[in-house]
């Protein structure tokens, strides 16, 4: 079945420094939503990227989506300790309408 | 703002129980989603619903039933509840197209 997997599980950084995580699917998406997971709390939508080699950026956080619609990343610049937590990519199952298929989760950890 | 409210924030049942887990809605969404989350799986799609009494199975179904006999109210059923379903569950809405989803603030369930 289609998949869609995120590298690293797990990342820590000391503040101040830059942070990428990557979410590849086995099959193409018409669009990829990335979503935040504070600790303890529940997912949280940040952003939806559709077309094919689109970039947005909400302040320190720059969003791609790839040229072959595969692929997404996220990249925060200067990580601060809000930045703390679980991002998520997702993207609907092919035919699947409204369902989304979740990524594997990037878990966060920024030391002062 | 959307709100999307489960019953329980804590549950702890015993093997073999009935156990029903309740989510509401009060943004008049036609789509609603049940996930359960666990350590390294990111969510996975129990069940979900796109509109009233229409359900279907998600990526994990085997032990789940789920009930919605109102648009606002999304009910998963646990019909003999087991230790390997003890996990945090998170319920979902959304509206339609490519809109996002809004999330419950989880109810961690332990099967004991």
């Known amino acids: 079945g289609q998949q869609v997997m995120q590298i690293p599980q797990y990342q820590h950084v000391q503040e101040g420094e830059d942070f990428t995580t990557y979410c590849n699917s086995s099959?193409?998406?018409?669009?990829i939503q990335w979503y935040k997971q504070r600790p303890g709390g529940h997912p949280v939508f940040l952003i939806q990227?559709?077309?094919?080699?689109e970039v947005k950026k909400q302040k320190r956080l720059t969003f791609q989506f790839g040229e072959a619609k595969k692929n997404s990343s996220l990249h925060i610049t200067a990580t601060q300790t809000t930045d703390v937590g679980t991002y998520f990519c997702?993207?609907?199952?092919?035919?699947?309408?409204?369902?989304?298929?979740f990524g594997t989760g990037t878990q966060l950890k920024v030391e002062l | 703002d959307v709100k999307v409210t489960q019953s329980s924030r804590y549950l702890v049942k015993r093997t073999g129980e009935k156990v029903f887990l309740e989510c509401v809605q009060d943004m008049d969404h036609e789509n609603m989603f049940w996930y359960r989350q666990d350590p390294g799986l990111g969510l996975r799609l129990i069940y979900f619903s796109y509109d009233v009494k229409m359900k279907e199975k998600g990526d994990i179904p085997e032990g789940y039933s789920v009930s919605r006999e109102k648009k606002e109210r999304f009910s998963l059923i646990l019909e003999s509840a087991s230790t390997n379903q003890t996990s945090m569950y998170l319920c979902?809405?959304?509206?339609?197209?490519?809109?996002?989803?809004?999330f419950g603030n989880g109810t961690r369930l332990t099967v004991t």
């Open positions: 997702a993207g609907p199952l092919t035919g699947g309408g409204n369902k989304l298929t």
């Open positions: 099959t193409t998406l018409s669009n």
């Open positions: 979902a809405s959304k509206g339609t197209g490519n809109s996002p989803l809004h």
């Open positions: 990227l559709v077309k094919s080699g």
